[in-house]
């Protein structure tokens, strides 16, 4: 393995205890010392305001205190109504539990700089600061409780959970209903648009709804993916005002946590926990902030004042959404989940805000996917410009003319949300992944990967930034140009195509008809927009590569387009050639294409897979990866499209409804579905997913063509 900055390389997973503890200070009475009753048995049992934050790796995972509803018990079930896996979890929900939830079971919050994922048990599992991108301080999502989390729920076991995101906001509602009462609890991450140094924080209340319930509130901090135990202490200070608050402190990472009822202790936990009881109409908060500096910290903030805040901004950028059509509530959700998936500093959308949640139960093709990939480019401007999000639209774009700027013999496939460039991968080998699935990998090794699809990728993007109306700049079109004449050195090279294979490089179909459309977006730009370029070479490499496409590319055999030249297997991106232009959808090479994916690779009926993949574990397919992976919920968005453009409108409809409808109880899609289970598999929530959705709803439902030309010579409405 590669070491990266915070990690540690190789490293003995089953250890216990070989990790030193921290050295007692000179600590005063609301100073936190070492956990004393870890460090041997004959030692003393520390006092109450002594502990470090967290449980020692190695440790049973166990959580202290509270009871849990027994085995078989009638008690812990939870409402799934819209959720893809309404029978995965008929024992009810266990809140006392040490590992993370189904993934469909999590919920988004976001500040438009990085993002939680808070559970149906209360828990917050992952939360990276201050970045999307930067490490954890929650990574119970790919480990245990250890690992860090943030749990607030009922103390007695709860009958059902119901929840919802405010209106179209992502302040998040989540209801227990336990025999005493019922408590809401209400989770909300303030956004910043545009302040770049604001800093990020997580505003957590609990209101009763009726009756008289505890409820515990448990806090683990773990910095570096749960690699770097913080420390520790409870601060009071009285000039110029009384502020009480916890401080975790560890290297460059702090985070400081204020609230009604601060969290004492456990011993021989590494873990802070509070317990209280709120009655009827009474309400607790906390608010946790970070800071670059321990020494200046934030001040506090009214949490019920944020929480307002934070809704209003939500309720605000949603009403610039114009769309009426079928599934309202999918398509608002889905474009406010790519909102909140934009780094509003540049304007970079994350494919995912998580890292490592494995492409099939219990498998090994984990990926980090906390980063802007290129390819996204077309997909997200056409889902936010069709639906009034046009300055959404504007920033993702100067976001790709920023990220592309330079040689572009070095352009990349995917970027940070700042450009950067170097994302080394490695694994952190003391997480076991989520559910076991190992290894932990951060960073993408697929960064330096040759894909030539990229190239038509960003040229069909800034071309459709120009049909739209947003303005060219001399700079945007320099860069395009320098891009095009490296392409004219490296088009007939094979590359990694647009899966991202980490086998050997072919010439895969979809590569190759990204290549006609970056050269045709090129020769249109200068036919249509009067760009100055190569017009008469352009044009001539662009009808070659047509050819060779429609020579090797299609196998008569077959009766379809295939994923690679000379090859027989098939590729749902091959569904995407009408929606570039390359083909017609009533070509009858493309409606046979459609029909053999129909038949190959949607073995469900409705799902469809990338391409095959075998349940062997010891061969390696074309991906050069073993074992299956889940179907890619963007695929079967490509065939609604495909269906719908091939005049088969009222399939394409029934089967937009029967996707929306696997949507998870608050509107949110992983990567991919695992059809055995019922079960989202991949990160989550992805972006690729629900850009598809949007599209899928502009293709049956309305919204701008995807070539139109009418606001060419005008910005539209802003």
Not at 88 to 108: F, K, Q
Not at 507 to 525: G, L
Not at 569 to 596: C, H, K, Q
Request: net charge negative; proline share 6%; hydrophobic share 35%.
């Amino acid at each position: 393995m590669t070491d990266a900055p915070g990690g540690r390389g190789t490293q003995d997973t089953g250890r216990t205890g070989d990790r030193a503890d921290p050295a007692e200070p000179d600590a005063g009475p609301d100073e936190h010392g070492p956990d004393l009753g870890e460090l041997g048995a004959d030692l003393a049992e520390p006092a109450a305001d002594q502990g470090v934050a967290g449980t020692e790796h190695g440790e049973q995972a166990a959580d202290p205190g509270g009871p849990s509803a027994p085995d078989g018990a009638d008690g812990g079930a939870i409402t799934t109504d819209g959720s893809p896996s309404a029978d995965a979890n008929p024992g009810g929900l266990d809140t006392d539990r040490g590992g993370p939830g189904l993934i469909e079971d999590y919920a988004l919050l976001s500040d438009l700089r990085t993002a939680a994922l808070v559970g149906k048990d209360g828990s917050v599992d992952w939360l990276c600061l201050p970045r999307f991108d930067w490490p954890s301080c929650f990574a119970r999502l790919l480990g245990a409780d250890h690992d860090g989390h943030w749990q607030i729920a009922p103390v007695a076991p709860v009958r059902r959970v119901e929840r919802r995101y405010r209106e179209n906001s992502l302040v998040l509602e989540t209801d227990f209903h336990t025999d005493d009462g019922v408590v809401r609890v209400v989770d909300s991450m303030p956004p910043h648009e545009k302040n770049h140094d604001d800093q990020p924080c997580l505003v957590r209340m609990v209101e009763c709804l009726s009756g008289e319930v505890a409820v515990r509130m448990r806090w683990v901090v773990r910095f570096a993916y749960g690699d770097t135990t913080p420390w520790v202490r409870r601060v009071r200070e009285t000039d110029p005002v009384l502020d009480e608050y916890i401080l975790a402190v560890a290297g460059p990472h702090t985070v400081v946590l204020r609230g009604d009822d601060l969290p004492r202790p456990v011993p021989h936990k590494r873990a802070h926990e509070a317990v209280c009881t709120v009655r009827a109409g009474e309400r607790v908060s906390w608010v946790m902030q970070w800071s670059p500096d321990p020494d200046e910290l934030p001040a506090p903030m009214d949490p019920e004042q944020e929480v307002r805040d934070s809704e209003d901004f939500w309720r605000t950028w949603t009403r610039k959404i114009v769309y009426d059509g079928p599934h309202q509530d999918a398509v608002y959700r889905s474009l406010a989940t790519l909102k909140a998936l934009t780094y509003a500093p540049t304007g970079g959308i994350v494919a995912a805000p998580t890292a490592s949640l494995p492409e099939a139960l219990g498998g090994d093709r984990n990926w980090d996917y906390r980063y802007c990939w290129l390819r996204d480019a077309t997909f997200v401007l056409l889902a936010l410009d069709n639906f009034g999000c046009q300055l959404e639209a504007e920033s993702w774009r100067r976001w790709l003319v920023r990220a592309t700027a330079g040689d572009p013999r070095e352009l990349q496939i995917m970027y940070g949300v700042n450009g950067e460039r170097h994302l080394l991968e490695w694994e952190a080998d003391w997480l076991p992944g989520y559910q076991g699935a190992a290894p932990v990998r951060l960073g993408n090794a697929a960064h330096r990967q040759r894909q030539l699809d990229v190239y038509g990728e960003v040229m069909d993007a800034l071309h459709l930034a120009r049909e739209r109306g947003l303005t060219e700049t001399p700079e945007s079109w320099a860069v395009q140009r320098g891009m095009m004449r490296h392409l004219e050195h490296i088009w007939r090279e094979p590359d990694r195509g647009l899966w991202e294979v980490r086998g050997p490089e072919r010439y895969f179909t979809h590569s190759q008809v990204m290549v006609w459309v970056a050269f045709d977006r090129a020769v249109r730009a200068i036919e249509e927009d009067g760009l100055p370029g190569p017009l008469y070479r352009w044009r001539g490499i662009r009808d070659t590569v047509r050819a060779e496409v429609l020579e090797h590319g299609f196998n008569d055999e077959v009766g379809a387009f295939t994923q690679y030249y000379g090859g027989r297997t098939l590729d749902a991106a091959t569904l995407l050639l009408p929606a570039v232009g390359f083909l017609t959808a009533d070509d009858e090479r493309m409606r046979s294409t459609v029909r053999a994916i129909q038949r190959e690779l949607q073995p469900d009926g409705l799902l469809v897979e990338r391409y095959n993949t075998s349940d062997d574990t010891s061969t390696a397919g074309v991906d050069g990866l073993t074992g299956r992976e889940g179907a890619f919920l963007a695929c079967s968005f490509w065939l609604v499209d495909a269906l719908a453009l091939g005049g088969r409108r009222d399939e394409a409809e029934e089967m937009f409804s029967r996707l929306v409808a696997l949507a998870n109880d608050v509107g949110l899609y992983a990567e991919e579905y695992d059809v055995p289970s019922g079960r989202f598999v991949g990160n989550f929530p992805q972006a690729f997913s629900h850009v598809a959705l949007v599209n899928s709803a502009a293709v049956l439902y309305g919204g701008h063509g995807r070539h139109e030309a009418s606001r060419r010579n005008g910005r539209g409405d802003r």
